[in-house]
């Protein structure tokens, strides 16, 4: 292997210890525990385990977790009501609510209604438009952590050439916006773009977030290139790969995130950090 890992894992692991003590010196001076509501709709079971393990960093770094876990029927006016709640709920800084919601409920009126100063996920438009302006409140967990990663390898990004393969508002787009204001070169590729290969060949920074096992091939990358693979897919024998195909791209790249370990751990890690800094925003008032 040529690529040196980046190890989401242990990166988590060591933002998550740093957490933890931020958390107890905020506590001694001013009394002020971070809390996360965490709002599941139905049973979902990789929502069920994605919430599980959020909830068990909450505890263990210290935070205050209070736990919704609600019917697949629940109205969308009662998840609304408990919202408006959570939003005046001086123990709950953060309100995460788990995507994605049962169908009847329109997920983007729920997350329109958390206050974008708990909006610990970054998904409302306030907190969007923030984020487009370069003067962001919250910056979305998993395009946050992608950015440390890439900023652990010590390679400076600006004036980098980077390719990001996908374009959702929860993944592609801000990790583009966030990689442009470090001010690298920027492109968005997604399914209609003419030749992705020769894109993402440019690329000194190639991101990942397609959600297609093991797409991005070893003749893909350039070689030395900082490769994020953001994907989770599960393959038919139980595996779960990302969007690289990790054993060609290992040998051609400088810095490769492997999958699983890698982006998980470290969105799991921003959302703690949004949690304690609108924690610390609400105590220095
Ligand atoms: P979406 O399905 O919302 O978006 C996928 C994007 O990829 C779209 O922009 C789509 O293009 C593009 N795309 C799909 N197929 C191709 C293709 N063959 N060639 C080029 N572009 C393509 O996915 P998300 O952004 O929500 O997630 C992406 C992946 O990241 C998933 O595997 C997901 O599980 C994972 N993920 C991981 C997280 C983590 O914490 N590790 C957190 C969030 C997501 P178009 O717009 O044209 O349709």
Not at 236 to 254: I, N, Y
């Amino acid at each position: 292997m040529s690529a040196q890992l980046i190890d989401g894992k242990a990166l988590a692991q060591e933002i998550r210890n740093g957490i933890g003590k931020d958390v107890e010196a905020l506590v001694e001076k001013t009394g002020v525990r971070p809390g996360l509501a965490v709002v599941l709709v139905g049973d979902d079971p990789a929502s069920a385990v994605y919430v599980r393990n959020k909830k068990k960093a909450c505890d263990t770094a210290g935070l205050h977790v209070a736990d919704y876990a609600l019917a697949s029927t629940t109205k969308q006016e009662d998840l609304l009501h408990l919202i408006t709640q959570l939003n005046t709920d001086p123990k709950i800084h953060g309100i995460l609510v788990q995507l994605p919601l049962p169908s009847h409920i329109d997920s983007q009126e729920v997350l329109n209604a958390v206050s974008p100063e708990k909006d610990a996920d970054g998904f409302h438009p306030y907190n969007i438009g923030r984020l487009v302006e370069g003067n962001p409140l919250f910056v979305p967990c998993t395009p946050k952590g992608v950015i440390r990663m890439i900023e652990s390898t010590g390679q400076a990004i600006e004036g980098k050439r980077a390719v990001v393969l996908g374009r959702s508002n929860i993944v592609g787009k801000p990790v583009a916006m966030l990689l442009m204001h470090r001010h690298a070169t920027v492109t968005i590729c997604h399914s209609r773009t003419k030749d992705l290969p020769g894109m993402c060949r440019e690329a000194d920074i190639l991101v990942a977030a397609i959600g297609k096992a093991q797409f991005v091939k070893g003749d893909m990358v350039k070689s030395g290139a900082i490769v994020i693979d953001v994907g989770i897919n599960r393959l038919d024998d139980g595996r779960l790969v990302g969007d690289v195909d990790f054993d060609q791209v290992k040998e051609r790249a400088g810095w490769l995130s492997p999958v699983p370990g890698g982006v998980g751990p470290m969105t799991i890690a921003m959302l703690l950090a949004n949690t304690v800094e609108a924690a610390q925003r609400v105590a220095q008032r």
